[in-house]
């Protein structure tokens, strides 16, 4: 099968989501295209008082269940045609609905008067659509076939070849033997489709380079992100080892290989043990953080989400604790469905989401963490009656980088990285994330807000 697809949009998802709604748009028009010669059809007084012979309406009628019809083949297999480029395809669906359209139109247009039709212009729509969707040498081509199958009619009834069907009460005589006419009909034809073509086709290799373009621009972006990410981690991973190599002679000296330790200076290191162990799991989780911007995918196993909601809970408490924000947990799950995915990746989304509602609270604030379900899903309601988020800030909330308005006003420390790197993580699940402000907590003074995040259950394979 041919290829009429450009190398740069083969895996473009965007491109074949354009094609396939620009398909939509001759399917609409056909429906209309229906009803209008339904019209002319049943009611010709109508269009200004026009008489068809039996022919011209059996004719007509004919074409129009044509056109019903296949249409609504089309109609099914635009929602079925695969977006590959080595197979039928939505720009292959194009050529043919276009063919289609073509033939009908020339019958309609030679059953209505040909040179004298009032339809005639009609090429010029489906020459502007097919411009916008088309490779340029098959819409030339197509231009090409209009014009001389148009020519091939006119010619065959000025010399008689062919019946000349005229519609009564459109125009006071038959032109279709005038030679000036037919002359000029045909060369103003063919002058407007080309000129048509030419400057839509034009337009459109426009558009479909500045997509290129951007095609270009994003994966050099993409390809400059990996390299940082791989940077980073490089960096990171050097960072670990003098790390790791410290929690290791805390260890020597606290199981007292070295002799003896002093009540206090024991104590004193026990601390620094815990410290160092947790910057060692925050290097493992940048680690981990950047692995999942550099792969596609995530590990995945069998997961308790009570087990881990609880794990963050905990962790947060140190932070409630010393802004006196209190934790709620409010279990509403009636079964304990399992999850599926990687427990560290979730506990960072969690452990973010918490932390976020304490950070961005009051002294003596409130953060309520429901864990719910519905028949699919595992659902976590994290919400608190804090500052809030600006409500039209709150679409520009996940961007890397990003923080409230109000947030900067106060002065709180923070990257505007942390919601960024939860919904990728929730996405990566397969789940959704929702963020509300004002919350269900909300006061006159704090409005609060409300991130809901929801992950799929766990499917039992057989």
């Given at each position: 099968?041919?290829?009429?697809?450009?190398?740069?949009?083969?895996?473009?998802?965007?491109?074949?989501?354009?094609?396939?709604?620009?398909?939509?748009?001759?399917?609409?028009?056909?429906?209309?295209?229906?009803?209008?010669?339904?019209?002319?059809?049943?009611?010709?007084?109508?269009?200004?008082?026009?008489?068809?012979?039996?022919?011209?309406?059996?004719?007509?009628?004919?074409?129009?269940?044509?056109?019903?019809?296949?249409?609504?083949?089309?109609?099914?297999?635009?929602?079925?045609?695969?977006?590959?480029?080595?197979?039928?395809?939505?720009?292959?669906?194009?050529?043919?609905?276009?063919?289609?359209?073509?033939?009908?139109?020339?019958?309609?247009?030679?059953?209505?008067?040909?040179?004298?039709?009032?339809?005639?212009?009609?090429?010029?729509?489906?020459?502007?659509?097919?411009?916008?969707?088309?490779?340029?040498?098959?819409?030339?081509?197509?231009?090409?076939?209009?014009?001389?199958?148009?020519?091939?009619?006119?010619?065959?009834?000025?010399?008689?070849?062919?019946?000349?069907?005229?519609?009564?009460?459109?125009?006071?005589?038959?032109?279709?033997?005038?030679?000036?006419?037919?002359?000029?009909?045909?060369?103003?034809?063919?002058?407007?489709?080309?000129?048509?073509?030419?400057?839509?086709?034009?337009?459109?290799?426009?558009?479909?380079?500045?997509?290129?373009?951007?095609?270009?621009?994003?994966?050099?972006?993409?390809?400059?992100?990996?390299?940082?990410?791989?940077?980073?981690?490089?960096?990171?991973?050097?960072?670990?080892?003098?790390?790791?190599?410290?929690?290791?002679?805390?260890?020597?000296?606290?199981?007292?290989?070295?002799?003896?330790?002093?009540?206090?200076?024991?104590?004193?290191?026990?601390?620094?043990?815990?410290?160092?162990?947790?910057?060692?799991?925050?290097?493992?989780?940048?680690?981990?953080?950047?692995?999942?911007?550099?792969?596609?995918?995530?590990?995945?196993?069998?997961?308790?989400?009570?087990?881990?909601?609880?794990?963050?809970?905990?962790?947060?408490?140190?932070?409630?604790?010393?802004?006196?924000?209190?934790?709620?947990?409010?279990?509403?799950?009636?079964?304990?469905?399992?999850?599926?995915?990687?427990?560290?990746?979730?506990?960072?989304?969690?452990?973010?989401?918490?932390?976020?509602?304490?950070?961005?609270?009051?002294?003596?604030?409130?953060?309520?963490?429901?864990?719910?379900?519905?028949?699919?899903?595992?659902?976590?309601?994290?919400?608190?009656?804090?500052?809030?988020?600006?409500?039209?800030?709150?679409?520009k909330i996940y961007n890397d980088f990003f923080r409230a308005s109000n947030v900067k006003k106060m002065g709180i420390e923070g990257s505007g990285l942390g919601l960024s790197v939860v919904k990728q993580i929730v996405e990566?699940?397969?789940?959704?994330?929702?963020?509300?402000?004002?919350?269900?907590?909300?006061?006159?003074?704090?409005?609060?807000?409300?991130?809901?995040?929801?992950?799929?259950?766990?499917?039992?394979?057989?």
């Amino acid at each position: 099968m041919y290829n009429l697809v450009p190398a740069w949009a083969k895996h473009y998802e965007e491109f074949w989501l354009t094609i396939r709604r620009r398909n939509l748009w001759f399917i609409k028009l056909r429906y209309g295209a229906v009803a209008m010669l339904l019209l002319l059809i049943l009611y010709p007084k109508y269009f200004l008082g026009i008489r068809l012979s039996d022919t011209q309406n059996t004719a007509l009628l004919l074409i129009t269940l044509s056109i019903l019809i296949y249409n609504l083949l089309f109609h099914y297999l635009r929602r079925h045609v695969k977006f590959d480029a080595n197979s039928f395809n939505p720009l292959h669906l194009s050529v043919l609905q276009m063919v289609f359209d073509l033939i009908a139109l020339m019958l309609v247009v030679y059953f209505t008067g040909s040179a004298e039709s009032p339809i005639l212009l009609f090429f010029v729509i489906h020459m502007i659509v097919g411009s916008l969707i088309l490779p340029g040498f098959v819409i030339y081509a197509f231009a090409g076939l209009i014009i001389l199958s148009f020519w091939g009619i006119t010619v065959g009834e000025y010399y008689s070849i062919i019946n000349h069907h005229y519609i009564e009460g459109y125009l006071p005589i038959q032109l279709h033997k005038n030679f000036n006419y037919v002359l000029a009909i045909n060369v103003s034809m063919a002058f407007l489709v080309f000129i048509i073509v030419l400057i839509a086709n034009r337009m459109a290799n426009q558009l479909y380079r500045r997509e290129q373009q951007l095609v270009e621009s994003i994966e050099k972006i993409n390809s400059a992100e990996k390299e940082k990410q791989k940077y980073i981690s490089g960096i990171v991973h050097e960072i670990k080892s003098p790390l790791a190599a410290v929690h290791s002679y805390l260890d020597l000296v606290l199981q007292k290989f070295l002799g003896p330790l002093d009540e206090v200076v024991e104590e004193k290191l026990v601390r620094a043990r815990r410290r160092s162990e947790e910057a060692i799991e925050l290097i493992n989780n940048v680690l981990k953080i950047s692995k999942l911007k550099l792969e596609d995918s995530v590990i995945k196993e069998e997961v308790d989400p009570a087990a881990i909601l609880a794990r963050a809970i905990k962790l947060a408490k140190v932070n409630a604790d010393a802004k006196c924000v209190r934790l709620s947990l409010i279990n509403k799950r009636k079964q304990k469905h399992k999850i599926e995915g990687d427990p560290l990746l979730i506990q960072i989304a969690l452990s973010n989401v918490i932390n976020n509602a304490i950070k961005y609270n009051n002294m003596d604030g409130l953060v309520e963490i429901t864990i719910d379900e519905d028949e699919n899903n595992l659902i976590i309601i994290v919400c608190d009656n804090g500052i809030g988020i600006p409500p039209s800030e709150i679409e520009k909330i996940y961007n890397d980088f990003f923080r409230a308005s109000n947030v900067k006003k106060m002065g709180i420390e923070g990257s505007g990285l942390g919601l960024s790197v939860v919904k990728q993580i929730v996405e990566r699940h397969n789940g959704t994330i929702d963020i509300k402000s004002p919350s269900y907590l909300s006061t006159t003074q704090y409005p609060g807000t409300c991130v809901k995040i929801t992950l799929p259950f766990l499917t039992k394979k057989s």
